[in-house]
C-alpha cells in the first residue's frame, strides 16, 4: 500500500494480466451503466459508464479511440494529472481504456451476471469477488497495452442508468523487473 492507503499490484512484467473493477449500485440504487464505449469526437461530454484513466501511458501511447483489434492494435494516452474534465482529449482517453474492458462475448461492456465473471475461485466457479458486486468489468492487457517499468495510477469511476457518478477509486500498478 501507498502512504494514503492505494493497493499496490506489483508485476514483474507490464502485459499478460487482468484489471477487474466491480461495482455496486449506490445510494439511489440504480443500476450500473454497463457500457465501456460512448464515444463522440465532437462531444466530451459523451462517456462509457466505465471511466478510466492512467498516469502513464500504456503501449505506444497512441491517441486513436479504441484501436484495440490487429492490425492497427495500439497504447492509451496518459490522463496526469487525473481529471475527468469535459474535454475531448480526456473523453478520447477515457474512452480508449475503457473499450479493452469487455465482456465474455468481445462486447464493450461489463459482466452483469456472475456466472460470467472473469475472476475463478478454487472451487473452479466463475463468480464476482464482492458479495453485493452487481457488475464486474474485465480488462486484458496484453502487449500493446503495456504498462511501463515503475509505478502507474489507474483511476476509475463509474456511472449509473440514471447519470450518478461514483467516487473516484485508485490502485498501482508497479512493473518491478526481474534482476
Do not use: W
Not at 23 to 32: E, H
Not at 148 to 174: C, E, K, L, M
Amino acid at each position: 500500500m501507498t502512504s494514503d492507503g492505494v493497493l499496490i499490484y506489483e508485476r514483474s512484467f507490464g502485459s499478460g494480466f487482468s484489471i477487474v473493477l466491480e461495482a455496486k449500485p449506490g445510494g439511489t440504487t440504480a443500476d450500473i451503466d454497463s457500457s465501456t464505449l460512448n464515444s463522440n469526437p465532437a462531444d466530451p461530454s459523451v462517456l462509457p459508464g466505465l471511466q478510466i484513466e492512467v498516469s502513464h501511458a500504456l503501449g505506444d501511447g497512441s491517441s486513436e479511440v479504441c484501436d484495440d483489434t490487429p492490425p492497427t492494435t495500439g497504447g492509451v494516452p496518459a490522463v496526469n494529472p487525473v481529471d475527468f474534465s469535459p474535454t475531448q482529449s480526456v473523453a478520447d482517453a477515457i474512452n480508449d481504456l475503457a473499450c479493452r474492458f469487455k465482456d465474455g462475448f468481445g462486447s464493450h461492456s461489463g459482466r452483469i451476471k456472475s456466472t460470467e465473471a472473469c475472476t475463478t475461485f478454487a472451487d473452479g466457479g466463475f463468480r464476482f469477488k464482492g458479495d453485493n458486486s452487481r457488475i464486474q468489468f474485465c480488462g486484458q492487457i496484453n502487449e500493446p497495452l503495456s504498462f511501463p517499468p515503475g509505478d502507474t495510477v489507474v483511476t476509475a469511476r463509474v456511472r449509473d442508468v440514471v447519470g450518478n457518478i461514483s467516487f473516484p477509486s485508485r490502485i498501482v500498478v508497479r512493473i518491478s523487473p526481474r534482476p
